[in-house]
T-cell receptor, first 112, second 110 residues
Framework: DSGVTQTPKHLITATGQRVTLRCSPRSGDLSVYWYQQSLDQGLQFLIQYYNGEERAKGNILERFSAQQFPDLHSELNLSSLELGDSALYFC???????????FGPGTRLTVL | EDQVTQSPEALRLQEGESSSLNCSYTVSGLRGLFWYRQDPGKGPEFLFTLYSAGEEKEKERLKATLTKKESFLHITAPKPEDSATYLCAVQFGGSEKLVFGKGTKLTVNP
């Protein structure tokens, strides 16, 4: 158990819908990262927050957005969902941005 | 061009048969190289961080080494429970994101 929690574990929804994925980092960790893992692309960095502020963006679609709240938990919002958005979404946290990242169990999103 | 390349893509070993997994990278300004283990449908589990060429780290049957352009994960006398996908990732330049390779799927047969 890494100490990073993610909810829900599974999400099944339809194209065009909007969903919210939630992540709670390890106690004491200020940095939160979101990654997407699909079969053909591997693990891809989406976005990073540090102590409530956006720090870095990767290949995140405009339909996707995220935020980190004062209690340091983070939410990833995915809207206008397409079939290709089906993937595993992982949250990771680290004490700061320079050390190892610890991953949560992931949310499996299926878009039908 | 991939910045992180792992080989082989898949490796099948007999229990007790030692081997090595390779991770090569083309980025400059390496800040750290990370090894993770991932079981099917689970999140990556952190194994090691290597920061500079010549560094080595060990944990049970695993040993990770780093040179200027690649890293090796040596598995000594593996057991079936070592079966998993092993992922390599790099952190470089001014960025704090991890760039992952596509992984090596290891199967250890009893």
């Amino acid at each position: 158990d890494s100490g990073v929690t993610q909810t829900p574990k599974h999400l099944i929804t339809a194209t065009g819908q909007r969903v919210t994925l939630r992540c709670s980092p390890r106690s004491g960790d200020l940095s939160v990262y979101w990654y997407q893992q699909s079969l053909d692309q591997g693990l891809q960095f989406l976005i990073q927050y540090y102590n409530g502020e956006e720090r870095a963006k990767g290949n995140i679609l405009e339909r996707f957005s995220a935020q980190q709240f004062p209690d340091l938990h983070s939410e990833l919002n995915l809207s206008s969902l397409e079939l290709g958005d089906s993937a595993l979404y992982f949250c990771a946290s680290s004490v700061d941005g320079r050390n190892e990242q610890f991953f949560g169990p992931g949310t499996r999103l299926t878009v039908l | 061009e991939d910045q992180v390349t792992q080989s082989p893509e898949a490796l099948r070993l007999q229990e007790g048969e030692s081997s090595s997994l390779n991770c090569s990278y083309t980025v400059s300004g390496l800040r750290g190289l990370f090894w993770y283990r991932q079981d099917p449908g689970k999140g990556p589990e952190f194994l090691f961080t290597l920061y500079s060429a010549g560094e080595e780290k060990e944990k049970e049957r695993l040993k990770a080494t780093l040179t200027k352009k690649e890293s090796f994960l040596h598995i000594t006398a593996p057991k079936p429970e070592d079966s998993a996908t092993y992922l390599c990732a790099v952190q470089f330049g001014g960025s704090e994101k991890l760039v992952f390779g596509k992984g090596t799927k290891l199967t250890v047969n009893p």
